[in-house]
């Protein structure tokens, strides 16, 4: 017996939330990459900017997990902007939590 093709539909949606996490997540990994490099090549004598704007980015990452996160626990959401979010700003508290603890 042949099986019939048949649509599912559903009330799945992309949140504003969650796009708005995978965003902060870019944006703070950019901010850091650049205040690194433009750090290192002042021979690690970097401007206050430069620390100011990795606290910025940590502040951002910190929002954008908290908002992947509440994103996740919903019903009906799909799943890749959350979990993008998640990863993207995860990496950069990663990444911050290291050049606290080694100093850099």
Partial sequence: MKKKRS???TNRKHTDQAIM???LGMISIVATVMA???SYRQSLE???GYGATCLLATLFAVIGLILSVTQLV???VYR???VTGMMLNGAVLLAM???VYFGM
């Fill in 7 to 9: 649509y599912i539909f």
């Fill in 21 to 23: 996490s995978a965003i």
């Fill in 36 to 38: 690194i490099i433009f």
């Fill in 46 to 48: 970097g401007k206050v």
């Fill in 74 to 76: 919903k019903k009906d």
């Fill in 80 to 82: 890749l902007f959350p």
């Fill in 97 to 99: 939590g290291f050049l």
